[in-house]
């Protein structure tokens, strides 16, 4: 029997965690035999002020290393300072000691002395290694299985990917090795015993294995929300692996799930209940000793009994708690099915007025209020095109100005709340002409979206009563964001590339931790010559005559400053702004030389134009904002907002947190309330 910790994230604060093994050693619950380490181990040097190697992870993996923005806040925080660097060198200098031995995986970041093989760093600091299997001949022969950091591009060669990174092929390896060890579904056919195969004892890594929370009622899910559903890598070896326990980290909570079933068996669910072997999962939150939050504990406690010494395998006690594999192929593909008609708006998803119950976001109430709103809207009319460019010390030629349409409500606008489409579970905050709600896929739990309820264009286009109630919720936003410790990244494109493409004005805010903050400016030109555009055009600011009757608060927002730059222009930009360290800037679109004039026998009928995007639009990028913040996070895995769909209750979910923690700042408070009596 060995007596071992494990801890999360650690992220260069070796020391602190030092610490408290010392003390828990002395205290009645120690010795301890050793410590592992999941999740994020060392700072992010760039974070820290200090030159050191870090590398992206793979952009199409769906691992989860971003968390919640508040988390973020305070993982840049903790790494703003150099401290923890400093800390891990010490121990390295040996100016400093672990008090037991430690064994670790590594995150995103590095250092310059790992080896893919695995490496004694310092005394009793042990790297594990990039991926595979060990016995730790000090710790009774225990078995432990690890995966460092996140996934690199398939095929990569060996010496072009970090000793603390992966490819994909690295996992198929080693999956393919314990797939021939372990028992197949003709297993009992063939009169083999799981028995014969030894079950690791411990999976070591930084990402939670994709579709984990499969298979578990509301009341066994995470207390707090994902940033992500995880990683297919770790889900792939953890069905290879099939460990006894597997931790991570990368999320900064606490999470013990019920053990499941696991294993190449368990996944094709012809295993006996009697035959399966059974994983528990743990995930351990950020190393902080001044943390006394139990949703967020970073240390957890075990004594166990290598599997190779078990002569019969001891099973969970059958109880509730039991739960059935969640990467079973039947519940893997039911939740597809499922994400794949959210994300899609497919027939079957339902419409806001099937949805007013305790899974939505809105009542009834509203929901009528806001169709009456939405038809009344239907016969808008867009802002003409008479008034040339106002910028007299523009060179460029004037635009060919087309001809507006009276704009209805469309059936496939996700964000007409009387399509079926519309996903009203996501709305976080209704006013009269504009609600706040959370995208599909977004980047954390926090990043929403403000949106006119009448199908607008654009936010240069809308009416001055529109306009009014977005800034009032992008400063409320931005309030919030800074209760946290972070800044919003504003982003607005209005950019069509064909006339069948759905455009309803939608105002993106990402929160932003502020330690990322300093190298915006250069992040934002850098990102801006890679996509070939400019964002040189700072807005200027208002005239005595713009917008008089807005308060002085109001009055210096961007969003006012685009609508009296475009005026009644129709041109097509993109608009980004950080308050206080990005000024409102836009990029102009140029002109399509393949534009089709919209007349009506140019329409197909249903809006659908005969003409498919021009070569010059194909290169645009639309999610520009999006690809920013995560180049500054230090999360490109996560550009594609359709690798970061989650289930339909976790979004619920979701949207219910950021309600509760928006509704100090919500200056909609009381006018919802008012309209839900």
């Not at 999956?175 to 297993?187: F, I, M, V």
């Not at 709340?417 to 002409?433: F, K, Q, R, T, W």
């Not at 959370?438 to 607008?456: M, T």
Request: proline share 7%.
């Amino acid at each position: 029997m060995v007596k071992v910790l494990f801890a999360g994230d650690v992220r260069g604060r070796l020391g602190a965690l030092a610490e408290k093994v010392e003390a828990l050693n002395a205290s009645k619950h120690g010795p301890f035999d050793a410590v592992f380490c999941a999740g994020e181990f060392f700072a992010d040097p760039a974070q820290a002020g200090a030159q050191g190697p870090t590398e992206p992870a793979l952009q199409d993996d769906a691992a989860a290393s971003s968390t919640a923005a508040a988390a973020a806040a305070a993982t840049a925080a903790d790494n703003a300072n150099a401290e923890g660097t400093v800390d891990i060198e010490s121990f390295i200098e040996g100016t400093k000691h672990f008090p037991v031995p430690a064994y670790f995986v590594a995150g995103r970041h590095g250092h310059a002395n790992l080896n893919p093989d695995g490496v004694t760093l310092a005394t009793n600091l042990h790297f594990l290694g990039r991926c595979g299997i060990k016995t730790i001949s000090a710790l009774d022969d225990l078995k432990i299985a690890f995966i460092s950091g996140s996934a690199q591009r398939a095929h990569a060669s060996s010496g072009s990917v970090p000793p603390w990174q992966y490819t994909p092929d690295d996992v198929e390896a080693l999956a393919s090795l314990c797939k021939a060890e372990q028992p197949d579904t003709n297993a009992k056919e063939a009169g083999a015993s799981p028995q014969a195969w030894a079950q690791p004892d411990i999976l070591l890594s930084l990402d939670w294995p994709k579709d984990l929370l499969l298979n578990l009622g509301e009341t066994q899910q995470p207390s707090l929300a994902l940033s992500h559903p995880g990683s297919e890598h770790v889900r792939t070896l953890s069905i290879a692996i099939a460990p006894r326990y597997h931790f991570a980290g990368a999320e900064g909570i606490f999470f013990a799930r019920a053990p499941f079933r696991n294993g190449l068996a368990a996944v094709e669910t012809v295993m006996a209940e009697s035959d399966a072997v059974y994983t528990r999962f743990i995930a351990l939150g950020r190393v902080d000793p001044a943390n006394k939050n139990k949703s967020r504990k970073w240390l957890h406690a075990l004594s166990l009994e290598p599997q190779w010494k078990q002569k019969q395998r001891t099973e969970p006690e059958a109880s509730p708690d039991l739960a059935p594999c969640p990467f079973a192929k039947d519940a893997v593909a039911k939740s597809a099915s499922v994400r794949q008609q959210q994300s899609s708006g497919a027939p079957g998803t339902e419409p806001i007025a099937a949805r007013e119950g305790p899974q939505g976001r809105l009542t009834q109430a509203q929901i009528d209020r806001l169709h009456a709103q939405d038809a009344a809207q239907s016969s808008q009319y867009f802002f003409g095109s008479k008034r040339k460019r106002g910028d007299p010390k523009s060179n460029r030629k004037k635009r060919q100005r087309r001809r507006r349409h009276n704009v209805a409500p469309r059936a496939d606008c996700w964000y007409c709340l009387a399509s079926p489409s519309c996903e009203s579970h996501l709305i976080v905050s209704v006013a009269d002409e504009v609600y706040l709600s959370l995208p599909k896929g977004g980047l954390s739990a926090q990043h929403v979206q403000i949106v006119p309820i009448g199908h607008e264009e654009s936010f240069a286009a809308v009416e001055s009563i529109t306009l009014e109630e977005a800034l009032k919720f992008k400063h409320a936003v931005a309030s919030f964001y800074a209760s946290f410790d972070c800044v919003p990244l504003f982003f607005e494109r209005n950019v069509i590339l064909t006339k069948a493409m759905q455009r309803h004005a939608f105002l993106e805010a990402i929160p932003l931790p502020l330690a990322c903050t300093p190298t915006l400016l250069d992040a934002l030109k850098r990102e801006a010559d890679r996509c070939k555009i400019s964002f040189d055009e700072e807005l200027p600011d208002l005239g005595p005559k713009d917008f008089p009757d807005l308060a002085p608060t109001l009055r210096a927002d961007g969003l006012l400053k685009l609508k009296a730059r475009m005026a009644d222009s129709d041109e097509e930009y993109m608009y980004i702004e950080v308050p206080g360290i990005v000024s409102p800037r836009i990029y102009m679109v140029p002109e399509d030389p393949d534009h089709v004039d919209d007349d009506d026998d140019n329409d197909g009928g249903d809006g659908a134009s005969k003409r498919n995007v021009s070569p010059a639009r194909k290169n645009l990028p639309l999610q520009f904002g999006r690809h920013l913040a995560c180049s500054i996070m230090g999360c490109m895995h996560r550009v594609s907002w359709q690798d970061c769909l989650v289930p339909q209750d976790l979004e619920t979910r979701m949207a219910t947190a950021f309600t509760d923690g928006f509704k100090a700042f919500d200056p909609f408070q009381e006018h919802d309330e008012g309209k839900q009596e």
